[in-house]
């Protein structure tokens, strides 16, 4: 079936499914990724048009980022800077000079029809990240990592957004023209490569996802991008190739591109690897080509092939001098690094005291930041990791939120877990509590103000209620003052309901068994 | 006082600060005269008249409320079509760009403007700045004011004959293998290429951005120099533009001495396939030179005999890819959009109409020096030839101050005599490449008339890199000396003007 | 190399020139012409001398991360061929990259 929805009513084939494990049974899949980011610089690359996301069409544009004849870019610092963090941060060798390229080719979103990009001359190389797959442990019970290659990270210019008009699908086939809006067109992207990433057997998915993850988290401690890839500040693409088992050659590689999520990351190798098991066995040949992800069904299509490799008449861009980052420059960036995701895992699960599984659990909910500010407010480990993973979690999940986006901060979760410290709330008061800062109702103390949220553990007030229970309740009573201790719970409750959750549960079971026992 | 407009931009400067003429009065000079002899000459494509009044009568207040006026306050100007101007089209000498109108200015443009340098309109070019007649402009050629029936030299051939004609007194053109030393030579006139990257090419439209260099044309060295010095310095939108002092020119060129210099005479460019009257000139000039008390040597250059074939293939291979951006899309002219064209045929319709030849030669050419297979055979070769040029003007500079040649091969040729043949037309800049390709400054400055057909002859100058004031130097000391010997300024031998 | 008329006519394709035939058949022998002679370059000893992008050796040229104003839309889009809904209307786009 895909192959049959390619463009152009491509051929039929008659090739048979094959299942994902039976494939990764007689095929060993290549994998490599590369991965664009829009970088979190004030300005675009070569201008100084404001690089925020949207904008009315067209207002963020300027002569150098619309290719105006006679304009010339220059290149923001901070630009470079942020690759050579990038670059470090994924354990990279810093170019001691290189130099932009021009990638020629015609497009109508690009002002200038070609591209001022990086070629045989990138500003970092060589380097590695270590990825951590969080559901499959290894043989030790650990669990597994990869370390993935870098073949290089580059510095280039976005391109504009072409709107497709007219015809059926919005689609760029079949539509009648396009819209153009140049207010992406330059901004800084960079472009990370990985080395062909071998050995992963069928975790080949699920290392691609562990690798963007990583990536995602790291880029996001650089504070070099906001990283949102559903704003397509990161986009992915994927090249999948596939080998007979102990054949020793690998088959024609293939390019999926837009891969725009990190579940469509896994899904799409997955997808691929499938197919291309498919074209094997039939006896085919994979052609090189761009393959299209589609998120809907999960599989991809046939995009351009690259049957004529398109040249791209790279040369040195003569309107910019070369870079040679001055080494003093580089390790003072090198310096100033923040401590990277895994080694602040590593060093955050020692302190916690808590199991590496139960760390793959706060970083897959996003609550690693939280939970350390919480815990540098006050609270225990233990009830930091609780609320944000159990009540907040569920809450966020409920409204499709990230857990950052909550309007509740870890000094809140902090000053609430204190007050259940303290015996001043219960669990159940201080879920109330929540939801009253959730709901804009103020801080945590002022959400238990309003709202008269305390404990009651006055023995005068308990009584009365602990009395009325005891009345309303002959049958229990008679069972405790048998012996059944157990009951107790039942006219626990009972006090708790009356009291609208707010007595102190432990001190009215106290009261309770001394009205009705000897003890 | 001399009729204004056969005045200097010194002398009128000097009258406007002085209040001997009015800056209106001096435009309006102009513009008369440019309305009397540009149906000949052609080398205006766009008047800007009334915004030339109004920047003069800003002058002429400033000067009423007692500001200090700038060297070039109340001059008129004719500047090269490749510069952007908010208040007139540009069009670079191109059909592809239609009436299109700038939303910025140059830099260079801008600073003209705050110097009260007034910009009369837009001088005629070759397509792009790619040739060496003007011939290749969509809008039919200039004529050289010496012979009408002659070429003005190019690409930066309007201000070259508007200068020559007295249109204006300063004009700016942009030399990318020769294209202000070139058509000054021709036509009479100083023509001078600074420094690479001493001038901003913020707003020229690109044609080879490794080459490209603004520059000042004039009637005098001095009139250079001023122009120079008001045009050039570091420019924060230019990437390559040089953040060091403006070499001071004016100095040099009032110091107009060339006692204890050493100078190289190139003997690659005195042999064959030179006119004789030109090599008689340049002889003299050299002869001149040492009874000026200069010492001259012979610096032989070897690999200045490959700056052509390396010209030819660098030069086009950045114009293929600066000029894929005229594509019908955001600006200019669209050619087919009716519907049952895309977007790919639209740009090659567009292209195809808006371009001329030459421009489509170098397109081609370039796309080819940059294709896959042949990139190191030509692009990748020529830029070691570039290298090897940059090391001969090295080992030159070392034993001598400056190197001299003929600016130019032969005198102005005759419309259409090479119009279709490139080849022959790409020998028109022989001798002016090299310094494009190293970027080095030069100064093309008139020695006299070829005897053969009574036309101008330039004397070339090159200085070493950010070493502008050595050219401005000896250009002056020649111009003055042959002044003297003449008795008369060489221009009142042009005779084309009816 | 010489080159063929159908060398020129695929390079006029990669240049996005749609030439007619006849201006096919005027340019085609100028550029083999052309190209013989710049391929002169070829004859110079060049082993191992660095190839030159830029004449005057400058690096590190940096702008300060700063936004400036920008153009606004009526200006920019009154030099476009044609304009729709705030943005530069484009013939229909036939293959993507």
């Known amino acids: 079936m895909p192959d049959s929805v390619g463009r152009g009513g491509g051929v039929r084939t008659s090739r048979a499914l094959v299942g994902y494990d039976e494939a990764v049974s007689r095929y060993d899949p290549l994998i490599g990724l590369e991965t664009h980011v829009e970088l979190g610089t004030r300005t675009k690359l070569f201008c100084g048009c404001p690089a925020t996301f949207g904008g009315e069409p067209n207002t963020h544009v300027c002569p150098v980022c619309l290719g105006l004849p006679g304009s010339l870019p220059v290149p923001s610092r901070a630009a470079i800077e942020y690759t050579i963090r990038i670059g470090l941060a994924l354990n990279c060798s810093i170019a001691e000079w290189c130099r932009f390229a021009r990638k020629n080719y015609f497009y109508p979103d690009m002002p200038k029809n070609f591209q001022i990009s990086q070629y045989d001359e990138p500003l970092c190389t060589d380097g590695w990240l270590e990825v951590t797959l969080g559901d499959e442990a290894g043989p030790d019970g650990a669990p597994r990592t990869f370390r993935v290659g870098i073949e290089r990270v580059h510095l280039e210019e976005d391109t504009g957004k072409s709107q497709h008009m007219g015809g059926a699908t919005g689609r760029i086939h079949g539509a009648d023209y396009s819209l153009v809006d140049y207010n992406r067109a330059g901004i800084a992207l960079v472009e990370i490569v990985t080395k062909p990433v071998e050995g992963t057997g069928p975790l080949a998915p699920d290392v691609a996802h562990a690798y963007v993850k990583e990536l995602r988290d790291l880029l996001r401690s650089l504070g070099v991008s906001d990283v949102r890839m559903e704003e397509g500040s990161l986009r992915c693409d994927v090249n999948t190739s596939l080998s007979p088992r102990g054949s020793g050659r690998w088959g024609t590689r293939t390019e999926t591109k837009n891969v725009n999520s990190l579940r469509s990351v896994q899904r799409a190798v997955h997808s691929e690897i499938e197919r291309q098991a498919a074209v094997h066995d039939a006896g085919e040949r994979v052609i090189q080509e761009t393959r299209h992800f589609h998120e809907d069904s999960g599989i991809t299509t046939s995009g351009r092939s690259k049957e004529e490799a398109q040249d791209y008449r790279y040369f040195p861009e003569p309107d910019l001098v070369p870079l040679a980052p001055p080494r003093d420059w580089v390790e003072q960036i090198r310096a100033s690094l923040p401590e990277l995701p895994a080694a602040r895992g590593a060093r955050l699960q020692e302190a916690w005291g808590i199991t590496a599984a139960e760390m793959t659990i706060i970083g897959n909910a996003g609550a690693l930041d939280l939970i350390e500010q919480t815990i540098a407010a006050g609270a225990s480990p233990a009830d930091a990791s609780k609320w944000w993973l159990n009540e907040l979690a569920r809450r966020a999940n409920d409204t499709g939120a990230e857990l950052a986006d909550l309007p509740i901060t870890p000094a809140d979760v902090a000053a609430i877990a204190a007050l259940v410290g303290s015996g001043a709330l219960n669990d159940r008061l201080a879920r109330q509590v929540i939801e009253g800062v959730l709901a804009g109702e103020g801080t945590p103390d002022e959400v238990v103000a309003a709202r008269g949220l305390a404990v009651v553990s006055d023995d005068a007030a308990l009584n009365a209620a602990v009395d009325e229970a005891i009345a309303a309740n002959p049958d229990v009573a008679g069972k405790i003052r048998g012996g059944k201790v157990a009951a107790a719970a039942t006219l626990v409750g009972a006090v708790m309901k009356a009291t609208r959750g707010q007595a102190d549960a432990s001190r009215v079971r106290e009261l309770i068994l001394a009205r009705l026992t000897d003890s | 006082m001399a009729e204004l407009f056969r005045m200097s931009a010194a002398e009128i400067a000097a009258a406007v600060r002085d209040g001997e003429a009015s800056a209106a009065e001096v435009t309006d000079a102009h513009l008369a005269r440019i309305e009397q002899v540009d149906p000949q000459v052609r080398a205006f494509l766009h008047v800007a008249a009334d915004q030339a009044r109004e920047a003069a009568r800003a002058v002429d207040r400033r000067r009423a409320a007692g500001e200090e006026l700038g060297p070039l306050a109340g001059v008129p100007l004719a500047l090269k079509d490749v510069f952007t101007t908010k208040d007139m089209p540009t069009t670079c000498g191109s059909a592809i760009l239609g009436d299109w109108l700038p939303p910025y200015d140059a830099t260079i443009t801008r600073r003209l403007r705050e110097a009260g340098v007034v910009i009369l309109g837009k001088t005629n070019m070759d397509e792009f700045a ?220 567009t292209r195809a109409q808006g371009f001329g030849a030459e421009v489509k030669r170098r397109i081609m050419l370039g796309t080819y020096a940059l294709s896959s297979g042949y990139y190191d055979a030509y692009y990748g070769k020529a830029q070691q030839v570039r290298t090897l040029i940059i090391r001969d003007f090295e080992a030159a500079f070392d034993r001598v101050d400056v190197l001299i040649s003929p600016t130019t091969p032969t005198t102005a040729f005759p419309l259409g005599e090479r119009v279709d043949d490139p080849m022959a037309m790409y020998l028109a800049d022989l001798c002016t490449i090299p310094s494009d390709l190293a970027g080095n400054a030069a100064l093309s400055v008139p020695c006299g008339l070829s005897p053969e057909d009574g036309l101008p002859v330039g004397l070339q100058i090159m200085a070493p890199v950010l070493a502008d004031d050595r050219m401005y130097r000896v250009g002056a000391a020649v111009e003055a000396a042959l002044d003297a010997r003449r008795g008369y300024p060489l221009l009142n031998d042009a005779k084309g003007l009816a | 190399m010489p080159i063929a008329r159908d060398d020129v006519a695929h390079l006029a394709r990669l240049s996005r020139l749609a030439l007619a035939e006849d201006e096919l058949d005027h340019l085609a022998p100028q550029l083999d012409e052309i190209i013989a002679a710049v391929a002169r370059v070829q004859e110079v000893a060049a082993e191992g001398i660095p190839p030159t992008s830029h004449a005057v050796p400058l690096v590190n040229v940096f702008r300060e991360d700063t936004v400036v104003p920008c153009l606004d839309a009526e200006t920019v889009l009154s030099q476009a061929p044609a304009v729709e809904q705030q943005r530069f209307r484009v013939p229909r786009i036939l293959a993507e990259d």
């Open chain 2, 130 to 349: 790619m040739g060496s007649s003007t011939e290749n402009s969509a809008f039919g050629p200039s004529h050289n004011p010496w012979d009408l029936g002659r070429v003005p030299g190019g690409s930066s051939g309007g201000s070259s004959a508007a200068v020559a004609a007295h249109e204006a007194p300063l004009g700016i053109g942009t030399d990318t293998g020769g294209s202000i030393r070139q058509p000054g030579a021709v036509c009479g006139v100083v023509g001078v290429k600074p420094t690479y990257g001493g001038n901003s090419r913020y707003g020229v439209v690109a044609f080879a951005s490794s080459l490209d260099t603004p520059g000042p044309l004039a009637r005098t060295v001095l009139d250079a120099a001023l122009l120079h010095e008001v045009m050039s310095g570091h420019d924060p939108c230019d990437a390559t533009s040089i953040d060091a002092p403006v070499p001071p020119v004016v100095a040099a060129a009032r110091q107009a001495d060339v006692g204890g210099m050493t100078i190289g005479v190139v003997p690659e460019f005195t042999g064959e396939g030179f006119q004789p009257g030109v090599l008689a000139r340049f002889g003299e000039a050299v002869e001149l030179l040492e009874s000026l008390g200069a010492k001259v040597t012979e610096v032989s250059c070897p690999h200045f005999s490959y700056a052509l074939p390396a010209y030819y293939l660098i030069a086009p291979s950045e114009c293929s890819s600066n000029l894929a951006r005229f594509d019908a899309m955001r600006y200019g002219i669209r050619v087919g959009d009716d519907g049952t064209h895309s977007a790919e045929e639209v740009m090659a319709l």
